[in-house]
Nanobody
Framework: QVELVESGGGSVQAGGSLRLSCAPSGYFYSMNCMGWFRQAPGKEREGVATIDSAGSTSYADSVKGRFTISQDNAKNTLYLQLNGLKPEDTAMYYC?????????????????????????WGQGTQVTVSP
C-alpha cells in the first residue's frame, strides 16, 4: 500500500513563496504520473500541475509562470514550488500519484476534481495567502 505524505504548507503574504513536498511511505514504485491538486473553501478540488515519469509537465492556466512541479527520483519525492502567491491560491493542496493505465488519460492536467483518475492521494497540506 502506498501512502503519500505532503508537507511544506503554511501562511504567507501575497507575493511570497512556499515549496510543497510529497513523499511516499510504505511500498513505493516508479509512478507513471504524479500531480498536485488544490481545494479552496466552498469550491471543488481542481488540478494544478502534473509531471510524468520522463519529466514532462503540465499546468493549470491559473498557475502557469508562478508554480513549478518537479520530482527527485533519487528521493522519490514530488515538489511544487509556489512563487508569486495570491490570496486566491489559498487552499488545501493534495498530491496524487499514478493514473490507471486502462483509462488512457495521459498525464496532463484535466478539468474536474480527479476522482477516479488517480490511484493514490495524500491527506493535504494547507496553504494560506494573506493580502
Amino acid at each position: 500500500q502506498v501512502e503519500l505524505v505532503e508537507s511544506g504548507g503554511g501562511s504567507v503574504q501575497a507575493g511570497g513563496s512556499l515549496r510543497l513536498s510529497c513523499a511516499p511511505s510504505g511500498y513505493f514504485y516508479s509512478m507513471n504520473c504524479m500531480g498536485w491538486f488544490r481545494q479552496a473553501p466552498g469550491k471543488e478540488r481542481e488540478g494544478v500541475a502534473t509531471i510524468d515519469s520522463a519529466g514532462s509537465t503540465s499546468y493549470a492556466d491559473s498557475v502557469k509562470g508562478r508554480f513549478t512541479i518537479s520530482q527527485d527520483n533519487a528521493k522519490n519525492t514530488l515538489y511544487l514550488q509556489l512563487n508569486g502567491l495570491k490570496p486566491e491560491d489559498t487552499a488545501m493542496y493534495y498530491c496524487a500519484a499514478e493514473r490507471p493505465l486502462h483509462l488512457k488519460l495521459g498525464c496532463a492536467v484535466l478539468p474536474g476534481n480527479g476522482n477516479g483518475q488517480w490511484n493514490y492521494w495524500g491527506q493535504g497540506t494547507q496553504v494560506t495567502v494573506s493580502p
